[in-house]
């Protein structure tokens, strides 16, 4: 690929063509206009081999410094595209989505021969059908909800009183949309069905998904204790909650780019950062190495990818698949899609999750855990070029942060617990990134 690299001097720079892109250099500029004479590159970012002297401001009229706000805006432009991409083009995950949307299913036709119809609706339509219901004493339902992934802001089901045809309508709806709905609403389906039916001790699994509820329950690494204790998981909301958008992925309100296709909430919009959360030695590990590399904070780390991940290999058995690394990796892509472009999560939230299923992952980096699906189309080229400081080295940016780690950190709230890992050392029992 054509980019800029700076010379050794760091007094100068030009366009170069660099087989495989500028491996082993670091994001160190940013060309403001165009000065110099040579082929178009398709990235204003100018790279230079470490130890390079750094771009002084007003030393080159046509640059300044890469700064670690560049570092973290390129990060949600980059993702964002990505995430949009998946959204709008099936063909990516389409070979994983389906065999565990097929999965799925035939388990939810095994459990409705069962006569589990009606139960089933009455623990899952809130979430697909965001309609409120009146209050018991009488008046107007409030709003509907804005969730990603919904079907339809048509009334949920009364589980108290479910209506017989509101619920053989609505089991159509999911039927019809599990198939043929958009992508994120049938993540949504996948993630719902997993976990509030099939790993639900309510619900009796019909012999045939018995081996499916195991592979379910046996994936016990991505889902961890403190990821549901708000104090220590490292997000606090902001008030009053904004209204729902259609933005695109993570990016600020309002910017350009295409919109998803309904408007949703978007948790980057009203939940921040913690900065005095309670210490737990795996989320002070999981927080430093997001510091270290200057990562996004989006809603903190992703529970929700850990139960889709367990839906995939339930209901598609991905593991016992020939290439089953290619389709955990387009399964990982249809998440980025679903909780990046719902803004959701950041990328780093769902990817060290999904890493402990086997997906490979370098923390910060994009592209060794794109799938082929994606990887043979130009617009994957297109993507890793225009965004190259990130998709293949978002792992460097630790040149860009002097961060102060967990234990020295005073603003952090102690535990017993965590002040005991403080003393004896003791390393995480799960690291994420």
């Known amino acids: 690929m054509y980019c800029l690299i700076a010379n050794a001097a760091g007094t100068g720079y030009a366009p170069q063509w660099v087989p495989g892109g500028p491996l082993g250099h670091i994001p160190w500029g940013i060309e403001m206009a165009r000065g110099t004479i040579g082929p178009a590159t398709v990235s204003n970012v100018i790279f230079a081999a470490p130890g390079t002297p750094a771009l002084m401001p007003h030393t080159i009229n046509t640059a300044r410094p890469y700064t670690r706000l560049d570092s973290r805006q390129r990060r949600r432009e980059c993702q964002s595209r990505l995430a949009m991409m998946a959204l709008n083009t099936p063909a990516l995950t389409n070979t994983a989505v389906t065999m565990v949307s097929q999965g799925v299913t035939q388990f939810l036709q095994a459990m409705d021969a069962a006569g589990h119809r009606t139960n089933i609706m009455r623990a899952i339509s809130s979430y697909f059908f965001t309609g409120q219901l009146p209050p018991a004493g009488g008046g107007l339902a409030g709003p509907a909800g804005n969730g990603f992934g919904r079907i339809s802001q048509a009334q949920r089901i009364n589980p108290a009183a479910p209506n017989p045809v509101r619920v053989n309508a609505q089991w159509g709806f999911l039927m019809a949309t599990l198939n043929a709905g958009a992508l994120d609403q049938v993540m949504s389906i996948h993630d719902t069905i997993g976990r509030k039916v099939l790993a639900n001790p309510a619900f009796p699994v019909p012999p045939a998904f018995v081996a499916a509820q195991a592979r379910y329950s046996g994936v016990a690494n991505v889902r961890r204790p403190w990821f549901n204790i708000g104090p220590m998981r490292g997000r606090e909301a902001i008030m009053p909650r904004p209204p729902a958008n259609t933005t695109p992925g993570v990016m600020p309100v309002g910017a350009a780019g295409a919109p998803t296709r309904i408007a949703r909430d978007r948790t980057v919009d009203n939940q921040r950062r913690d900065q005095t959360r309670m210490r737990h030695v795996e989320a002070d590990y999981y927080y430093d ?26 209901f598609g058995n991905l593991n016992a698949q020939v290439n089953a690394v290619e389709l955990k990796k387009q399964y990982t892509l249809a998440i980025i899609g679903y909780l990046v472009g719902g803004g959701m999560h950041t990328y780093h939230e769902s990817m060290v999750i999904a890493e402990k299923v086997g997906v490979p992952y370098i923390s910060g980096r994009y592209d060794v855990s794109m799938p082929t699906s994606f990887t043979a189309l130009p ?3 297109n993507w890793q070029q225009r965004y190259f400081d990130i998709v293949s080295l978002g792992d460097q940016h630790g040149v860009f942060v002097a961060p102060v780690p967990s234990a020295n950190n005073p603003q952090l709230r102690h535990t017993g617990a965590s002040a005991m890992h403080d003393a004896l050392g003791t390393p995480p029992a799960v690291t994420f990134g």
């Open 379 to 381: 617009s994957y080229t």
């Open 289 to 314: 190495r997001v510091d270290q590399l200057n990562l996004l904070f989006g809603g903190g780390i992703s529970g929700t990818t850990g139960t889709l991940l367990r839906s995939a290999l339930a």
